[in-house]
């Protein structure tokens, strides 16, 4: 079985490996077909990753420099939207007249882009708190509803038959619906982080300071350096791509009880 599952991997890790190279090969060709001084080769973004990491760019900022700024704005915007979303949402979820009475608060918010409220943050706040905000209020959603509604979809019949042995509510709580409500809530991070990335960029662009990655990209634009643009384009995608695997890795682990469906 090891051996089965050890063959799996390798020839899911080969097909992978291959797909990267036609689309290296496809992008190659495309290049050389476009013949645009602004159309970056593959060769010229391993160059542009080069002077990111040896010269930086034309501040002398490294591109580890922006991939750390960005990264601290991401998962501190990321972690204050889990520390109120996963709570309201449980909140919610366990008293429904509570929502039912505010959702006309709650439902127009959440269908405001969180671009939209790039303006106000940079009129209203300064420096390190406008780029949290933003990604407080780009993550705060996708957790906050997962987990509320994962709470309404948690089977009914374990917390009757929890009543019926004389469980208490709090027990039912802990016990329950927090378990069975957690794979729901993991999701829902997954979804908001990449969400968070997407905001983040269009944030420093606009934002003001001169380090992140999205002001890399605006900066390597406005000079018509399209490799740099792509160098923390392709930066960007890896560190996404790191961090859902790392979140996956550690869902699949804390929740080895659950069988993945598969029609294969």
């Not at 127009?108 to 300064?126: C, E, G, K, N, Q």
């Not at 208490?168 to 729901?184: A, H």
Request: aromatic share 12%.
């Amino acid at each position: 079985m090891n051996n089965n599952n050890y063959a799996d991997r390798m020839k899911t890790m080969g097909l992978n490996l291959f797909s990267l190279a036609v689309f290296l090969v496809l992008w190659t060709l495309v290049a050389r077909w476009q013949k645009s001084p602004f159309f970056a080769t593959p060769q010229d973004i391993i160059v542009g990753f080069g002077q990111m990491f040896t010269i930086g760019d034309a501040e002398g900022h490294r591109l580890w420099t922006h991939l750390v700024h960005s990264i601290v704005r991401v998962f501190a915007g990321f972690g204050a939207a889990c520390a109120i979303g996963i709570p309201g949402g449980l909140f919610l979820g366990l008293y429904p007249k509570v929502y039912e009475r505010t959702r006309i608060i709650i439902e127009p918010i959440r269908f405001i882009s969180p671009i939209a409220w790039i303006p106000m943050a940079i009129v209203l706040l300064i420096g390190f708190t406008r780029y949290m905000f933003v990604i407080w209020v780009a993550s705060f959603f996708p957790i906050f509803v997962s987990t509320l509604w994962s709470v309404r979809q948690v089977n009914p019949v374990y917390i009757n038959v929890a009543r019926v042995a004389g469980a208490s509510r709090s027990f039912i709580i802990r016990k329950i619906i927090i378990p069975s409500v957690l794979p729901s809530i993991v999701g829902g991070m997954r979804i908001s982080l990449g969400i968070s990335w997407m905001c983040i960029v269009a944030a420093e662009m606009i934002g003001g300071q001169m380090v992140g990655i999205g002001r890399l990209i605006l900066k390597s634009a406005m000079v018509t350096r399209m490799d740099l643009v792509v160098v923390g384009m392709i930066s960007i995608g890896i560190i996404g791509y790191v961090i859902n695997e790392l979140i996956i890795k550690i869902e699949k682990h804390i929740f080895r009880w659950r069988s993945a469906v598969s029609i294969e």
